[in-house]
């Protein structure tokens, strides 16, 4: 249901020309159903892909990371040794290496575009002209509390260098797989140097090699935000971030049953995750609310902040 609202936002605020989205997933149980029935929704949409990771006992993509006993013992527990290991950093891979795109953007099924999305075309001589260093981040702007002092306004949108700052904040992580645009070709060849096996350890071990070898200097953002990140569930028990633990299950059953979401977000945003005021389920006329903002959620909210997750809620 979650991939769905994104999709939907995508659909209604992406305004890029020839752009393409693909989804990668795996998913086991009841969740396959409800992929098939979203598969079903978007068949028509020519720009729309879904491509499904596969469980493999050797993900021959890690030969280019080993590299390091610490590679080698990485590839050893989450592929060779993993009986539930996936072909994901290699299908990835496969999908930059034969994209037709320059530019490549992450994202996650808890991330909302919520103002439209335009790169001028100072952005994209940027990019043409810094391949290897420049990236453009959608869910930092000078709304967002902690804005620091030291970014650049240029054309239409800011500059910053990611290794101004020595703290942790969004403009000092250099790499993300939430709403950040890269150049493909050269991502892929850091990828291959890397070892990962889901979108989790993807970001945190990118973000280590980029900040080790000082990768992705050159950020660039627009003025205002586009992307938030809504905190309604943790899928991974590789994250420790707070949410307000809206069941993955029943939103997949609900959405096998007919049902879209629906969140209720304030006109004015000025976090990089927002807990939504209102939850809520619709199917035709009916409409179910689910959730409504609480104590227990303004505390998740309060837990955020400009280097992340503050502190665990209690």
């Known amino acids: 249901m979650q991939v769905d609202y994104l999709l939907n936002t995508i659909l209604k605020r992406i305004k890029i020309k020839d752009y393409e989205t693909v989804i990668l997933y795996h998913t086991t149980g009841n969740h396959q159903l409800g992929y098939k029935k979203l598969i079903e929704k978007y068949k028509n949409y020519p720009n729309i892909s879904f491509v499904e990771r596969k469980e493999v006992w050797f993900d021959s993509s890690f030969f280019k990371t080993f590299t390091s006993k610490k590679n080698y013992k990485f590839f050893l ?104 645009i890269y150049n493909t070709k050269h991502l892929l060849s850091v990828l291959e140097k890397i070892p990962y096996h889901n979108p989790i350890t993807l970001e945190e071990n990118v973000f280590r090699f980029a900040q080790e070898h000082k990768l992705f200097r050159k950020g660039l953002g627009p003025i205002t935000t586009k992307l938030v990140g809504t905190t309604l569930n943790r899928v991974s ?78």
């Not at 953007?105 to 810094?130: A, H, P, Q, R």
């Open 77 to 180: 527990e989450k592929n060779l040794k993993n009986k539930k290991s996936d072909n994901f950093k290699g299908l990835l891979q496969k999908l930059l290496r034969d994209s037709k795109h320059e530019l490549i953007m992450f994202n996650t099924d808890d991330g909302v575009f919520y103002e439209d999305v335009i790169l001028n075309d100072e952005i994209l001589s940027v990019f043409k002209n810094n391949p290897e260093t420049a990236s453009y981040r959608m869910y930092v702007g000078d709304n967002i509390e902690g804005f620091p002092d030291y970014i650049h306004k240029k054309n239409g949108y800011y500059e910053w260098d990611y290794y101004t700052d020595k703290n942790i904040t969004h403009w000092s992580y250099p790499f993300s797989v939430d709403g950040t």
């Open 237 to 314: 028990i590789d994250t420790f971030n707070p949410t307000i633990n809206i069941s993955v299950d029943y939103l997949n059953e609900k959405f096998i049953e007919g049902y879209t979401l629906q969140l209720g977000l304030p006109d004015h945003i000025d976090v990089v995750n927002i807990v939504p005021f209102e939850v809520s389920i619709i199917k035709e006329n009916q409409k179910e609310v689910i959730y409504s903002l609480d104590e227990q959620g303004k505390k998740i909210q309060n837990s955020y902040g400009v280097e992340g997750t503050k502190k665990e809620s209690e």
